[in-house]
């Protein structure tokens, strides 16, 4: 099986390249990615812990999924397409805005990523993938902000950004 690609983007997200996931992980080097927000009629976000098998920040919590977009897809065709994989469903997505992070991990590897932040509505429970998803849990905004506050080791360092910098493009009502 082929190694998947991430798409090399400059710091105005326009494409510039190809690459292998691990490559690109190991170098730094910046690439496109998404993250997932959905929530539930209660303004509940669904959590996912992250399966104990991931290559990185395994059983940390974060938001419903994440992952990178394929050459030739659009962020909300890659959002609709990990959602499915990860959680079991889709629903509509709406792209709110994006930011560049970069985060090392101890294994020697580092995000570098241009995220772009969807959110979403939905509210059944998921069919979690159990290779990608240890879990998962509903959660009212403000308690997700209390939890990170008071265990910020238990969350992926993407998400702890989202919520420090972007909360007001998450917390939005239906």
């Given at each position: 099986?082929?190694?998947?690609?991430?798409?090399?983007?400059?710091e105005?997200?326009?494409?510039?390249?190809?690459?292998?996931k691990?490559?690109?992980h190991?170098?730094a080097?910046?690439?496109?990615?998404?993250?997932?927000?959905?929530?539930?009629d209660?303004?509940?976000?669904?959590?996912?812990?992250?399966?104990?098998?991931?290559?990185?920040?395994?059983?940390?919590?974060?938001?419903?999924?994440?992952?990178?977009?394929?050459?030739?897809?659009?962020?909300?065709e890659?959002?609709?397409r990990?959602?499915?994989e990860?959680?079991?469903?889709?629903?509509?997505?709406?792209?709110?805005?994006?930011?560049i992070?970069?985060?090392?991990?101890?294994?020697?590897?580092?995000e570098?990523?241009?995220?772009?932040?969807?959110?979403?509505?939905?509210?059944?429970?998921?069919?979690?993938?159990?290779?990608?998803v240890?879990?998962?849990?509903?959660?009212?905004?403000?308690?997700?902000?209390v939890?990170?506050?008071?265990?910020?080791?238990?969350?992926?360092?993407?998400?702890?950004i989202?919520?420090?910098?972007y909360?007001?493009f998450?917390?939005?009502?239906?």
């Amino acid at each position: 099986m082929n190694e998947e690609q991430v798409i090399l983007v400059n710091e105005n997200d326009e494409q510039i390249g190809l690459m292998p996931k691990m490559e690109a992980h190991e170098k730094a080097v910046l690439h496109r990615a998404f993250s997932v927000f959905i929530f539930n009629d209660k303004n509940e976000l669904l959590l996912q812990q992250r399966a104990a098998e991931k290559y990185h920040s395994p059983l940390l919590w974060t938001n419903t999924c994440c992952s990178h977009q394929r050459n030739g897809e659009t962020n909300i065709e890659a959002g609709k397409r990990r959602l499915f994989e990860e959680m079991g469903f889709m629903c509509e997505l709406n792209e709110m805005t994006w930011f560049i992070y970069k985060a090392p991990f101890e294994n020697g590897l580092t995000e570098h990523e241009l995220d772009h932040i969807m959110v979403g509505y939905f509210n059944e429970n998921p069919i979690i993938n159990r290779e990608e998803v240890e879990s998962y849990k509903w959660m009212p905004l403000d308690d997700v902000n209390v939890d990170i506050e008071n265990k910020p080791e238990i969350y992926t360092e993407w998400f702890k950004i989202i919520f420090e910098k972007y909360y007001s493009f998450i917390n939005i009502k239906k």
